[in-house]
């Protein structure tokens, strides 16, 4: 059975790779960057995904720090549908670590 590998990484990346680790996040980044906050159905209806796929990925977004969710999940939704906003700072910043990381753009930045 293969063992999981563990590369003499800093463990700042787990967050980039978390972020940007599969094509649906991507896409989702994506679409939230070109057409600004949506709901789970919007971006299901414009990616041609599930909703249950879209609301698994935003969550996990959410989680990670990369969207943001309005209503916040600490408040009463009663109802209401949730809006998902890109944080695009924190996405910039998790680009360019991974840049950093990968050697194709300077340590400073």
Known sequence: MPRYVRPNTASSLERVVNAFGNLTKVAIIGYLN???SATRSEVAAALEIGVATAKHNLQLLADEGV??????????RNGRRVRYTLVEAEVEQRYAQLGRALGLSPSGE
Do not use: I, K, S
Not at 67 to 76: C, G, I, N, R, Y
């Open 34 to 36: 070109e057409h600004g």
């Open 67 to 76: 969207v943001l969710q309005d209503p916040p999940a600490t408040e009463e």
